[in-house]
């Protein structure tokens, strides 16, 4: 199998274009993400399933398609899904030991079939973190995910895998969750440009839960324009998921190059400087002098927004997975086991509670976007850690490494808010760290314009880890 393509140079935009014209077919396309996958997959460990017969047998489908004029937005494009998603005739493991004793999925999920149905082309399943409660990419099960860009250290997590294949070239775009930060973590230690969409924004059928009220779905890839393109085309109502809000379709592909003029821009303060490291610090001060951004803007009650958060997963964590914890604690990383176990003994008063604050913190936040349009934040307070971390300090405070990589991550998660994580190379500096660019409600496409205007202007990039 010799296609003599280099995947990794290509953007999903350009993959879509040059196959639709017909100067590329996407069965050479898939077979060097295959060739890629083969070659970089063994370092970083990012697939846990290579769905290699179906992806040639999608790709032979499109290129039929578009020999018979048909118009596909994502003609041949190579993706793949964290492995909480359902693949038809795969077993949806969800990063755990458990789930792979079940059968595998009769059908795909729903954003799966969107890409799949409009050009995409599935290329298999991604490693995780364990039933997604983790923002390192460690797994007990599946073995380490591992940074791309520097294999002795974290690819953050838990769209772990999500982050390392598109940062190793495998496939140019991935799907991957976030509940308090899962896709906004491993964008920043991966340097990429990761989309956390509005909650109930995007359908979440055919996919294994972490925390109903707080789970979202959303891409990750090398280029703010092809978040733009797979986002565009995930969107569409889906009767089966009662969670998801009817809103119509926002085409932000056509609006993402209007830039940031006009914008109001401020960085979040307080909560969101203090813990962060030296890194983190810079990356959102280079941010917001390329954007003008000079004000400072304190978010009220930060820090209550995430205990809030964390007292929430906690509880509803637990609740779901009693019964496992309960017959089968030893099929658990420990680290894991250990977090549900403690969530089973969250008060009810202080959900009650958590759920009352979380309205008004909500509140608070809808009156600090009637002053600007966007704000800017530290997507993790460092760069990626070296494996096995365990402990950090921050402030002078020693603290497990595991739940604290998403400090700056669960406040905004916490009420649904859209966000694009940026990726940012400070100067001299080995690896990247990521940017939270924070929008109000439904205003994905405000977001994704920064995000794009920072990329032209140089200051945001997201190069192939070679």
């Known amino acids: 199998m010799s296609s003599g393509i280099d995947i990794a140079a290509l953007t999903a935009t350009g993959i879509a274009r040059a196959v639709g014209n017909g100067s590329l077919s996407a069965k050479d396309v898939v077979e060097a993400s295959l060739l890629q996958i083969e070659k970089r997959n063994p370092a970083v460990n990012a697939f846990t399933d290579v769905t ?3 992806a040639l047998t999608d790709a032979e489908k499109v290129d039929t398609a578009v020999a018979a004029g048909k118009t596909l937005p994502l003609a041949g494009v190579p993706f793949a899904v964290k492995n909480l998603f359902d693949i038809e005739g795969v077993v949806t493991r969800a990063g755990s030991k458990i789930n792979r004793g079940n059968s595998p999925a009769t059908a795909d999920a729903t954003l799966v079939q969107t890409l799949r149905g409009k050009g995409a082309v599935l290329m298999g399943g991604l490693n995780m973190g364990e039933y997604a409660y983790d923002f390192t990419g460690e797994n007990v099960h599946d ?7 520097d294999p002795g250290r974290m690819s953050g997590g838990s769209s772990s895998g999500s982050g390392a294949a598109v940062a190793a070239g495998m496939v140019p775009v991935s799907l991957g969750s976030d509940t308090n930060g899962s ?3 491993p964008s920043s230690f991966c340097g990429l440009f990761g989309l956390k969409p509005t909650y109930g924004r995007l359908s979440r059928r055919g996919t294994y839960p972490f925390v109903g009220s707080l789970d979202h779905l959303g891409p990750m890839a090398r280029s703010a324009a092809d978040l733009s393109l797979v986002f565009d085309v995930l969107q569409g109502a889906d009767p089966s998921d009662p969670v998801q809000a009817e809103r119509p379709v926002l085409a932000t592909r056509e609006q993402i190059d209007q830039g940031a003029d006009g914008l109001r821009i401020a960085v979040a303060g307080a909560y969101f400087r203090e813990k962060a490291e030296p890194e983190a610090l810079a990356a959102v001060d280079t941010v917001a002098r390329a954007l003008g951004a000079e004000g400072e803007i304190d978010i009220p009650e930060a820090a209550r927004a995430r205990a809030a958060a964390y007292v929430i997963t906690s509880a509803e ?6 019964d496992r914890i309960s017959t089968r604690p030893g099929d658990y990383d420990p680290d894991t086991r250990d977090r549900f176990l403690a969530g089973t003994m969250v008060p009810a008063v202080w959900v009650q509670q958590a759920q009352r604050f979380r309205s008004w913190f909500r509140e608070a936040m809808r009156k600090i976007f009637e002053e600007v349009d966007i704000l800017l934040a530290p997507a993790t307070p460092f760069s990626a ?7 950090i ?16 991550t669960q406040p905004v998660s916490f009420i649904g808010l859209p966000v694009v994580a940026v990726p940012v190379w400070l100067e001299s500096a080995a690896l990247p760290i990521g940017v939270q660019v924070i929008a ?24 192939v880890a070679r």
């Open 393 to 408: 300090t921050l402030d002078g405070v020693t603290m497990p490494a595991r739940p604290n990589i998403g400090l700056f």
């Open 183 to 185: 896709i906004r973590v």
């Open 385 to 391: 850690l070296p494996s096995g971390t365990k402990t």
């Open 317 to 322: 964590g637990a609740n779901l997975h009693f």
């Open 440 to 463: 109000p409600a439904w205003r994905e496409d405000l977001a994704l314009r920064v995000a794009n205007e920072l990329e032209r202007a140089g200051v945001c990039r997201a190069p």
């Open 143 to 149: 073995g380490n995910c591992l940074n791309p860009h």
């Open 52 to 54: 290699a017969q179906t």
